[in-house]
């Protein structure tokens, strides 16, 4: 989003130029009076929304005699959200590095099978009964069984049990009763946690990898921060920034992915609660309020997805405009970027002014309510630990639409702080530009706090959405907690990516590489998983990260090959739209022609399935 009064500079500081303050001209002249008026005016909206809907859904549509069940189950589902959020912070901050050394240090970080356990006997007393026992794992695959040369002694009157797999053979081993201290020693022995650490050695060392890099890029922000300015200050403070923010993302998304792995060892594949929230699939949806807003979240989130590829698109026609000379070029120019900046302030509920004033009133306030909310979890969970249910926390549920709809807006607003931040630097002639210098804006400190605030605010909301697990009800629009880590965390990525990677040229060729290879990944994702319980809802969603992709490719191609000179803005504009219906008119015809078909066989055959099972309980009736 160029501005009309940068245009000097507007070359040197290429895609960031929407970091620059918006100074307009005439009636498009910014007003900071009007700018916190605006902003607290937001703030006050979603207030009164939030309320209206919970008021609406969780009071006013519920009977009264009904109240206290339903509490009930709310508390329930609040208990089993407060163990899951205990159960991930467990898994992500608790790193077995000595045990992970150990597994080095025996060369078995490579091996099929963790390590052999061996048992043996002393040669100058033989067992009365039998030869001495020797277990061991041949050098096969895991899955070969423990191998036994004769019964054990104390098993001799037993009939031969069946072979356990290795994973069990340390848990058999202190079991089973142990042999005479004269006549055996153990040698090795592999204890259950060990065993669970080797198991899964490559979510823990990618983890450590990932915190080497966090330090890595902390060590270069401060020695980047702590020396003169020079020349090349900027650049590497964008790449620790870039390299920090990758890091700490893919740190808790290989820490939740050893979570939910660890999960399903525990439980196994037949548990009924985990079977009911992650196989469970409904081919419609009912027109309820709770419905009509989960649709709504959608749509915001497709704006704010979409945010970074237009915002890319501005950019590329404002490279146009400035090659131009026409005023009439440049007049329809300044039309489009505002007509733009208006669809993503809306749409996306992301409105950034433009000016110091509504930068320091966003970055403060987002901090704020950041560290007011670790600071009561923490009091809230101390106290309730110290005492169960001292302090009610069946509130917190209200929170989960709250943090679903903030999610890109807050984690975005620190990443583009501190990218703000990183140009900031008297060496760079935009910086007086930016709209993040001012007289009262220390470089230092406003660079810490975003980087602080976006840590916080990530593992809190990333934890507390995805550790909310229940069953849904039938034709309800909900997601898999999995999954919402995942989507979550790729829109997450794209915002990085168009934030960070080659903010400050010309050209975007990484970036639209890396932010195809993101969308990509969540479409196969959404259609692998289907992470809604509703299918047509996943359906439709694929739609619409497919539009997001062709924007991605369309800026891309017009920003490579220099085409947006000889394309007007409504062009550019017409295009993005056709494509949008085509794909859209593609994924109708699709859902017309394979899922309502493949949606009617499956009834078929389940129709099928249930009047032969009832049949042939009839049958079996009849033969009693």
């Known amino acids: 989003m160029a501005s009309n009064g940068t245009s000097s500079s507007s070359v040197s500081i290429g895609y960031a130029s929407y970091q620059q303050q918006y100074l307009g001209s005439g009636d498009y002249a910014p007003n900071d009076v009007a700018s916190m008026v605006l902003f607290f005016s937001i703030i006050v909206l979603l207030v009164v929304s939030f309320a209206f809907y919970f008021w609406f859904t969780e009071w006013y549509k519920i009977a009264p005699q009904q109240r206290h069940e339903e509490g009930l189950e709310r508390q329930k589902e609040v208990d089993l959200l407060v163990d899951n959020i205990k159960d991930q912070v467990k898994a992500a901050f608790k790193l077995p590095i000595l045990s992970l050394a150990m597994i080095f240090y025996h060369g078995a970080f490579f091996a099929p099978a963790y390590p052999p356990l061996l048992l043996h006997h002393h040669h100058h007393q033989p067992s009365p009964i039998s030869k001495s026992p020797s277990y061991y794992y041949p050098a096969g695959s895991p899955t070969q069984m423990l191998q036994m040369s004769s019964p054990l002694p104390w098993h001799a009157s037993k009939p031969p049990q069946q072979p356990s797999p290795p994973h069990l053979a340390s848990l058999a081993t202190y079991l089973a009763p142990p042999p005479p201290a004269a006549t055996a020693t153990r040698t090795t022995i592999v204890s259950r946690e060990q065993h669970n650490v080797w198991a899964h050695r490559f979510h823990h060392a990618f983890s450590l990898a990932f915190l080497v890099g966090i330090l890595v890029a902390v060590i270069m922000l401060l020695v980047a921060v702590g020396q003169p300015a020079v020349p090349s200050t900027s650049a590497t403070l964008q790449a620790a920034l870039f390299l920090l923010v990758l890091c700490i993302n893919l740190f808790l998304i290989t820490r939740q992915r050893f979570y939910y792995r660890q999960r399903k060892q525990l439980f196994g594949d037949d548990d009924a609660h985990m079977n009911a929230i992650y196989k469970t699939h409904f081919d419609d949806w009912d ?70 004033v509504w930068y320091t009133y966003t970055l403060w306030s987002t901090f704020i309510v950041t560290a007011i909310s670790l600071l009561v979890a923490i009091l809230v969970h101390g106290l309730n630990t110290w005492q169960p249910y001292k302090v009610p926390n069946r509130w917190v549920r209200w929170c989960l639409p709250v943090a679903t709809l903030l999610y890109i807006p807050v984690l975005t607003t620190f ?207 009849d033969c009693t």
């Open 415 to 621: 990443v583009s702080s501190a990218a703000c931040q990183s140009l900031n630097v008297a060496t760079n002639d935009y910086a007086p530009t930016l709209r993040c210098h001012a007289d009262n804006i220390s470089q230092q400190l406003y660079l810490w706090m975003s980087l602080i605030g976006y840590v916080i605010a990530y593992f809190l909301m990333t934890m507390f959405l995805t550790s909310y697990e229940r069953i849904p009800l039938r034709n309800e629009i909900a997601f898999k907690s999995i999954s919402v880590a995942f989507i979550k965390n790729m829109g997450l990525l794209l915002a990085i990516v168009f934030l960070l990677v080659e903010s400050t040229t010309n050209k975007n060729r990484l970036r639209a590489i890396l932010s195809i290879i993101i969308l990509l990944t969540m479409i196969c994702y959404n259609i692998k998983t289907r992470p809604c319980y509703v299918d047509k809802v996943n359906f439709f969603r694929t739609a619409s990260f497919s539009c997001i992709l062709w924007t991605s490719v369309l800026v891309a191609i017009l920003s490579d090959t220099n085409a947006a000179q000889n394309l007007s803005p409504l062009t550019v504009i017409c295009v993005i739209v056709g494509g949008w219906i085509l794909i859209i008119l593609l994924f109708i015809a699709l859902y017309c022609i394979y899922y309502r078909t493949s949606t009617k066989a499956s009834t078929a055959s389940t129709h099928g399935d249930s009047s032969s099972t009832s049949s042939s309980s009839s049958a079996s009736i």
């Open 287 to 356: 027109h309820t309020l709770a419905n009509w807003i989960q649709l709504a979240i959608l749509v915001i989130e497709f704006f704010q997805l979409l945010t970074f590829p237009l915002r890319d698109l501005i950019t590329v026609n404002s490279f146009a405009s400035s090659a131009s000379t026409a005023s009439s070029s440049s007049s329809s120019s300044s039309s489009f970027s505002r007509f733009m900046s208006l669809l993503l302030n809306a749409g996306g509920l992301m409105p950034d002014m433009r000016t110091p």
